[in-house]
């Protein structure tokens, strides 16, 4: 037997290199480097793929999530209101209750994030917009067969939209694209 090879294989090898590693049970090098693209190919695609799918939870938790629980928790108030001396101008109270309690905790909510364009914060706030005006006609003007849109609707709609839209361009004050100034990331 020769040194370094099994007994199959003899000591003179009649071919390349390649043909002696696959007697020995072995992977040539255009094989083992062509295996591991394929697999760092497969696990690039795996971490795409779950970053996706964390984008996308975190998408609804911001838009349909947050909108959501915002637009009921105004319902409510408004349900309350609705039955006080104050139903005739309910609409400005919730307005300026409500906004600076929202903005905070809008502003809790995306603070610790990594940068988000303003693109985001945007698309949040017309899904907010939307949101509030499918349940408004659905839970207000269908239900109780109210008049409902007048002008405090419109700036309360609006608010909707310029509150995560502020929030963000508050937090991307100091960044100037992914990275910040700093060269760390918020």
């Given at each position: 037997m020769a040194r370094g090879f099994p007994d199959a294989v003899p000591a003179v090898f009649p071919g390349t290199m390649e043909d002696c590693y696959?007697?020995?049970g072995e992977l040539t090098h255009n094989e083992a480097s062509s295996r591991l693209h394929g697999l760092i190919h497969q696990r690039k695609a795996q971490e795409c793929e779950t970053a996706k799918?964390?984008?996308m939870k975190q998408l609804i938790k911001d838009t349909a999530g947050l909108g959501t629980a915002f637009w009921l928790i105004g319902y409510l108030a408004s349900l309350v209101l609705f039955f006080?001396?104050?139903a005739g101008v309910m609409g400005w109270i919730l307005t300026a209750f409500f906004t600076p309690v929202t903005i905070a905790i809008v502003w809790l909510w995306f603070r610790k994030r990594e940068y988000l364009p303003l693109q985001y914060y945007a698309g949040i706030g017309v899904a907010w917009?939307?949101?509030a005006i499918v349940l408004d006609y659905l839970f207000i003007v269908l239900l109780f067969q109210a008049h409902y849109y007048e002008t405090d609707v419109f700036v309360y709609y609006a608010v909707t939209f310029l509150i995560p839209v502020g929030v963000g361009?508050?937090?991307n004050r100091d960044c100037?694209?992914?990275?910040?100034?700093t060269g760390l990331n918020r």
């Open positions: 696959r007697v020995r799918i964390s984008y006080s001396p104050f917009v939307l949101i361009l508050y937090l100037t694209g992914p990275v910040g100034k």
